[in-house]
């Protein structure tokens, strides 16, 4: 990793976004263990607190398998968290989370798009190994994750984990599908990939809110029940180790934040009156709507944490808190180039924190290249339980990595969406876009993906090429239309 991009990281892109984004990276970079300075101090005190540190591992910790809270913002992009470099949005419990362990820089989703990302995760495996990971995303109730594919709920279920999912499935619709039928014991939230906060009507004016299989009848913001529920089940008195998927929707189109009863009561009669893309809301929202709905899911998770921590289980819980894919139209990205649905890294490059206190110091930063099924494959481990071998992950664990000092494992992360390809190696990355034409970056010192070294890297340009499609080939294909 290069020198300067490592500062740029580290300062969470301080230079490029300005003084908020670099008072921001400021302060994320105090230890836990370090105090702030008092309010009253100088001026100068309150920015003269260290840098976070490189990550590494506190070898020889023993430590019993954690319970596990895995926590997805919805079109969440890479600069959207005050300690990523936004700007204008405050997340002091995201931030604080990152202090209290370790923010990654260069963490990617499985895709672009919600759907196949979750697949990505649920399965450990390229979207593209299953028939229902080739929607991008799932639009229709043709298409799911089979129940009979192992999933992380699954294969922890098998090895003694209580398994639960709150929030967003969008992997399929009843009755074929459903996370009760992939390996979670317990299931609150919505089948389809965007609802309207209030009503819970979903993109085709269905009601969209279900306590396992059965419809589930609460009109109160939806933000605010995922919490409460989520509260409750990591506030219970639980007798073995457990596995929730929070999946919050915030903070996902429509531009609905919590009190915005009249912005609710216009999309849903637009539902109602055959609207198809009323829930696009493409006539509503702002930059500061936008900041609003991200701080209200910032509040979500320091109210979760609240209640882990009154629980008594914080030190043995490992929170991961991550985007499933990246921003959409009012999202902060920069300095990325493109957004939600595309390969560039503004749509694929996610904010990434992992926090495990009995195991993991915090105050850290790591720049190793990850990406969604690396994450499947590092739980699986941390929890003791094994891949199914008829179904190969395609990631690799992390657990060497995060706790005994081994270097990170070294691979190819691979994408693939209709019109597009990506592959990245090291610093290097190979990206083919709806133009057609293959281009090379070096993201050590372009970030940004606007030098392209095609040209200059013939023979490294044809090398990542063909990595990329000896992969694409154990695909499946997509349909025809």
Sequence with gaps: ????????????????????????????????????????????????????????????????????????????????????????????????????????????????TCSPTRFSLYTGRYPGRTKGGLAEPIADRTAGLEPTHPTLASLLRSTGYATALIGKWHCGYLPDYSPTKSGW????????????????????????????????KDLRYYTRILTERASEYVGRRHDKPWLLNLNFTTPHWPWIADGDTEASKEVVRRIKAGDGRALWHQDGGSVEKYAQMVEDLDRSVGE????????????????????????????????????????????????????????????QVSHVPVVTPDWTATLLELAGARPDRAYPLDGRSLAGYLLRGEKAPQHDLFWRVRGERALRRGDWKYYRGKTGRDQLFNLAGDIREQADKAALEPARLAELRASWEKTDAGLLPYPTA
Aim: glycine share 12%; aromatic share 10%; net charge negative.
């Design 304 to 363: 979760v944490l609240a209640a882990l921590k009154r629980s008594g289980q914080e030190d043995d819980t490992l929170v991961f808190f991550a985007s499933d894919n990246g921003g959409e139209r009012f999202s902060h990205n920069w300095p990325l180039s493109g957004n939600k649905a595309v390969l560039q890294e503004g749509g694929i490059r996610v904010p990434t924190i992992v926090r495990w206190p009995a195991r993991i110091d915090g105050g």
């Design 1 to 112: 990793m290069s020198t300067n991009r490592s500062e740029l990281s580290r300062r969470a892109f301080g230079g490029a976004v300005g003084a908020g984004a670099a008072t921001a990276a400021v302060a994320l970079a105090a230890s836990p263990a370090q105090a702030a300075p008092a309010a009253d101090a100088a001026p100068e005190a309150q920015y003269a607190q260290p840098r976070e540190r490189e990550f590494k591992a506190a070898r020889g910790r023993p430590g019993r398998r954690p319970n596990i809270l895995f926590i997805l913002g919805d079109d969440l992009g890479w600069a959207d968290l005050s300690s990523y470099g936004a700007p204008h949005i405050k997340t002091p419990n995201l931030d604080r989370l990152a202090r209290q362990g370790v923010r990654f820089t260069d963490a990617y989703s499985g895709s672009a």
């Design 185 to 216: 014991d317990e299931f609150f939230g919505n089948f389809g990939g965007a609802l309207e906060y209030y009503s819970k009507l979903g993109l085709g004016g269905e009601y969209d809110l279900y306590e396992g299989d059965a419809e589930y």
